[in-house]
């Protein structure tokens, strides 16, 4: 029967799928793992995060507006570089 993964190893699991673009096989070579654990605890992580940082992180109601101050300030291919799509 396999150990369960530690909480750090869970961290370190997601933060290397996430930061990389390793696939599930490299993870589950590397780990030692299945993919669907690597990806439950991607989604686990994920999903802690978000439930403890999302009232930190800001929206941008008018993407438009922002690019525009963005772009007064000298930055004026930053929203591009954000998301990709302008």
Known sequence: MQQPLLKDAWLTIAL???ATPAS???MD???GIGKATTK???LEVCS???NMLGHTVR???DPLEVMVRLCA???PQFIGALNGAL
Do not use: N, P, S
């Open 59 to 61: 929206c941008m109601h």
């Open 29 to 31: 070579h590397f780990f």
């Open 48 to 50: 802690a995060l978000q």
């Open 16 to 18: 290397l799928k996430l």
């Open 40 to 42: 439950e605890v991607v």
């Open 73 to 75: 300030l000298g930055f």
């Open 24 to 26: 599930l096989y490299y």
